[in-house]
């Protein structure tokens, strides 16, 4: 799904950027569900960042993730973070104009024809996004996720997990 986000772009930096497991529904700019490997899964765009909540089929919460530039929280991104249930990676990829350019087109194809896909751009920035696919695992949900930096050619994506325990939906995935 394309989301055309009608504020204007800020350009940050990937060092500012902070991991979550706790911090609670944040305003989205534009949201998609889905249901998935028998949870709710939904990818909300926070503008230059994003929010996935996973919640069980009687609703019950299960997971917040949340990367965003978070006021009065420390900048933390980390490489690799393992919770119970939940995975993490991220890298940062720093490209040259044109190589930015083109990774930029991919992340737009790809999360646009995704069936579980959302993709942000602002409006004169066409190089700013930020995007989020997410897929049904055997073991239960992952995402990945693109949030360009145009002013340093730079895009951090990430890669998370969520794992079902065994007889956390009583045996019905």
């Known amino acids: 799904?394309?989301?055309?986000?009608?504020?204007?772009f800020v350009d940050t930096?990937?060092?500012?950027?902070a991991l979550s497991l706790?911090?609670?529904?944040?305003?989205?700019l534009s949201q998609l569900t889905a249901q998935l490997g028998g949870m709710t899964v939904t990818l909300a765009l926070l503008g230059a960042s994003h929010q996935v909540r996973v919640s069980t089929a009687d609703t019950a919460h299960v997971l917040t993730e949340t990367l965003a530039c978070l006021p009065g929280r420390?900048?933390?991104?980390p490489a690799r973070q393992?919770?119970?249930?939940?995975?993490f990676i991220s890298r940062v990829d720093t490209h040259d104009g044109r190589g930015f350019a083109e990774a930029v087109?991919?992340?737009?194809?790809?999360a646009s024809d995704a069936p579980h896909g959302i993709v942000g751009h602002?409006?004169?920035?066409p190089d700013a996004v930020t995007a989020v696919i997410a897929?049904?695992?055997?073991?239960?949900?992952?995402?990945?996720?693109?949030?360009?930096?145009?002013?340093?050619?730079q895009i951090v994506v990430t890669r998370s997990q969520f794992t079902i325990a065994p007889d956390f939906t009583g045996g019905n995935r």
């Open 1 to 8: 799904m394309l989301a055309h986000l009608d504020i204007p």
């Open 13 to 17: 930096d990937p060092r500012r950027l």
């Open 22 to 28: 706790d911090t609670g529904q944040l305003p989205a």
């Open 74 to 77: 420390e900048p933390y991104l």
């Open 82 to 87: 393992d919770h119970s249930q939940h995975s």
């Open 105 to 110: 087109a991919r992340i737009l194809s790809d």
């Open 122 to 125: 602002y409006p004169g920035r």
């Open 135 to 153: 897929e049904a695992t055997d073991a239960g949900i992952a995402w990945d996720s693109w949030h360009t930096y145009p002013q340093h050619h």
